[in-house]
Every structure is written in C-alpha cells, then in structure tokens.
C-alpha cells in the first residue's frame, strides 16, 4: 500500500515538469515560409523581395525559410504538431554571417507542385493550411502563419501582420499585437516613432482564399527601410540570425498566450491528486497536513 502511494505521488510531482514541454500540444500550426517555389519549365522561380549589398542580392525567400524552421523547431519542442506548405532537402535553420549571400535552392510546393500559373501556386499554400484546418480543426487549435519580409514605405521598420477580412478580428490579433509591443519590435515609422499599421485586415490570396479565420501573414520586416542615419534597420535585422531566432520566439510566445484554447482534458496531475487523496483516506489526509503543514 505504501508503495502504491508513493508511486502516485511521485506521478503527480513529476507531471507538472511533462505539462510545462507540452504547451502547445493542443495546437497545429501551418508554416508558409514566403516565396522561394518553383515550378520547373512552368512557372519562373519566386525569391520575393530582393535588395543589394556590397557581395551581391540578398532574396526575401532564404530569410523567410529560415525563420521558418527556427520557428517549426521551438514550436515542436513545446508540443506542437507542425505543417509546412513548402518541401526542401533540408530543414535545418543556419547561422550565415550577415555579410554573406546564402545559397538558395527553390523548393517544391506540397499540394500543387507543379503549378499551372502563379496564382495556382498562391492556391497551393492555401490549399495545404485548408486541408490540415478540415483534417485537424476538431480536436486541435489550427493556426495558419505566412511568414515575410516586405519592401516598403522606406519610412516604415518592424514587424506587421495581416488576417482575413470576411471574419471578426480574431482574439489572437490582440495578443500578438502586445507580445509585437512588449519586444519593441511593433512596425512605426522611423522619422516619428509611431506605430503605423501593425495589424490589418487585408484580402491576400493566401488569407482570402482560406477557411480558417485564424490565418495570418506576418511582415517580418522592411527590407527598403531607410532611417536618418541612412542605414537600414529592418535589413541588418533580417540578416542576423540572433534577430531571426527573436522572432520565432516572439511567434511562439505569442501561440502560447493565444485565447480560444481548445479545453484539454482533466489534466493527468490532477487525476493522480484525486486517486493519491482516495487512497490515503481521511486519516492519512490527516497525517500528511499534520506532519507537513503544522
């Protein structure tokens, strides 16, 4: 008998430090890594935004991809089931010298992969987030994040993002704008200080076209952006890859504190608490409170 209560206390000391690795083992998160397809023979390949620096043109897609699996990683490790929209050799985030021009291999799109045209490739992400929403939306959270880097107003530097426009502004809105503030990493206007547009409805392919409202397109930065100095913030920023993990974990923080949360089942703690008391009786309640909380 002694060693029955032991066992079950040792279960529900021990459950706690399981629970803290599983925070988000309610949810499935779909990762779009932004640009970076394509179609061999069929449709041009896609590097998104470009800019040039001294060794060469830097493309938006490298720096999306590579957010991405920063992001897939931390999401993983708090329990959460990952899905990309984008298929590569490799998965694995790196570490390049921001004076470097990183090797780009274009990868294949997962549900259409040899698209039709341009816009069909656009389908092809969104048909991924649909098809994991309708498979997973029953017993899971399902959050669909298009990751970006814009090239924009010069004026503007920071992190934005968009969600659909034909539903209610989600709860999540809220709670990535204060995790945006609550880094520093909100988008403002260089020349005041402002914030200015850090979340907006808008109608882009890969959130209009979708059935989940908790869908969204994150601008991780500007790559145009020009400050008084005349350097570019939001440039060096994408090019650190210390800046790349903060935003990660920036979106990670932000999934952990989302509202909505799909209520789990009666934690395995608690239900070793409520045998562990059952076993031990009135009297070695009794006990225990005497001898530890007297």
């Given amino acids: 008998m002694k060693n029955v209560l032991l066992f079950f206390l040792l279960l529900f000391l021990t459950s706690s430090a399981v629970n803290a690795q599983d925070e988000l083992s309610d949810l499935v998160l779909v990762i779009d890594p932004g640009h970076g397809d394509r179609a061999w023979g069929v449709v041009p390949g896609d590097p998104g935004a470009t800019a040039q620096i001294a060794a060469g043109t830097l493309q938006e897609c ?27 050799e490799e998965y694995e985030s790196h570490d390049w010298p921001p004076e470097q021009i990183p090797e780009w291999h274009y990868k294949t799109l997962v549900d259409f992969p040899e698209p039709r045209s341009e816009y069909e490739a656009l389908l092809s992400r969104v048909s991924t987030g649909n098809r994991r929403y309708l498979q997973y939306s029953y017993s899971h959270d399902v959050v669909f994040l298009s990751l970006h880097f814009d090239s924009t107003n010069p004026d503007l530097a920071g992190v934005s993002f968009y969600y659909p426009t034909w539903c209610e502004k989600p709860r999540f809105v809220d709670t990535l704008v204060e995790e945006l503030r609550a880094s520093g990493r909100a988008r403002q206007s260089l020349r005041t200080g402002l914030e200015i547009g850090v979340a907006k409805p808008y109608q882009y392919a890969v959130l209009s076209q979708t059935f989940n409202p908790e869908s969204y397109l994150v601008e991780l930065g500007n790559m145009r952006s020009l400050d008084s100095q005349g350097s570019n913030p939001d440039l060096w920023r994408m090019r650190d890859p210390g800046v790349r993990e903060e935003y990660a974990r920036l979106l990670v923080r932000a999934l952990v504190k989302r509202p909505e949360r799909v209520k789990p089942a009666p934690s395995l703690r608690g239900a070793c608490l409520l045998l562990f008391l059952l076993l031990l009786g009135v009297r070695g309640v009794r006990r225990v409170y005497n001898t530890y909380f007297r």
């Fill in 62 to 88: 490298t720096y999306t991809w590579d957010t991405a699996m920063r992001l897939k990683r931390l999401a993983e490790e708090k329990g959460a089931t990952v899905f990309l929209t984008l298929e590569g």
